[in-house]
């Protein structure tokens, strides 16, 4: 028997006051595809995102997770059946350690309310967000405060606590918002390998087509609400619509020539083709 989808959405639509957000949208990840989400302001895509993750009811259609119903779920239930989520400006306690920060959303994915009432430093929690520390390359700065933390860091402490509840899909709201030219690529390098020896589902928004290009199996490409384009990334960024809707003629990669047009290129001389 094939297995259902991580994620499948079904005809979703979200209207605001008659205006339609969201317009038949039909997807489907599997488990452990890596999938970015592109689009101008005002596509669509954060409707898209808050829809799967419970922070907006559909107006119509239908959100499936490995078979099951989660249409219209609360963000909190969300986060229990294995469907979570970061935002675009980092969801960290700026006053407290790194440490510190693993251990509150590591209590709060355990034990919920009870753990604000009490220290969540079991040794079971402190070994555990030690481990998040290890694989988020986070370790050196874990006695550091977040408010004095690079962007860059303090995003990788973001997705950790995104994921101490073992998603099995994770959304990301522009992983690499606010990160340095210079950091983009290291922090990616660690989210991705961390989620991708996890087995997680991964759709994340992101604006940064070099980040979309290198990372992602396959991406969505939003314009008005619609999906217009769902292709893998060397596809997706020569689409004709994406480049005039989303990217731009002047930030669409330059397509690979041919074998014997490169060869001929290579040589310094014209090819026949």
Do not use: W
Request: charged share 20%; aromatic share 4%; with cysteine.
């Amino acid at each position: 028997m094939t297995a259902s989808p991580a994620l499948k959405v079904t005809d979703l639509c979200k209207s605001f006051s008659g205006i339609t957000a969201a317009n038949n949208i039909n997807v489907e990840a599997a488990d452990g595809d890596i999938i970015g989400i592109i689009g101008a302001n005002g596509a669509g895509k954060t409707v898209f995102v808050n829809m799967i993750t419970g922070y907006l009811k559909p107006t119509s259609g239908k959100i499936e997770f490995h078979g099951q119903d989660i249409t219209g779920i609360e963000p909190r239930d969300a986060t229990h059946v294995g469907v979570c989520r970061s935002f675009q400006v980092s969801q960290v306690f700026m006053t407290m350690t790194v440490r510190e920060n693993l251990l509150i959303a590591l209590a709060i994915a355990k034990d919920e309310g009870k753990a604000m009432l009490s220290s969540p430093r079991s040794p079971d929690l402190v070994a555990e967000a030690d481990r998040m520390m290890q694989a988020y390359k986070i370790h050196d700065h874990a006695d550091a405060v977040a408010s004095t933390l690079s962007q860059g860091v303090r995003k990788l402490l973001d997705i950790a606590m995104a994921v101490v509840a073992n998603p099995k899909v994770l959304l990301l709201d522009e992983p690499t918002s606010g990160v340095s030219v210079e950091e983009k690529f290291a922090i990616m390098d660690i989210v991705i390998a961390a989620l991708k020896e996890k087995g997680v589902t991964v759709l994340f928004v992101e604006h940064d087509m070099e980040i979309v290009e290198r990372y992602v199996d396959r991406v969505l490409a939003f314009y008005q609400g619609e999906v217009i384009c769902d292709a893998p990334p060397a596809e997706a960024l020569q689409d004709p619509k994406v480049i005039e809707y989303v990217i731009g003629h002047d930030h669409a990669p330059n397509p690979t020539p041919p074998a014997d047009a490169a060869s001929a290129a290579a040589n310094g001389t014209e090819s026949n083709a």
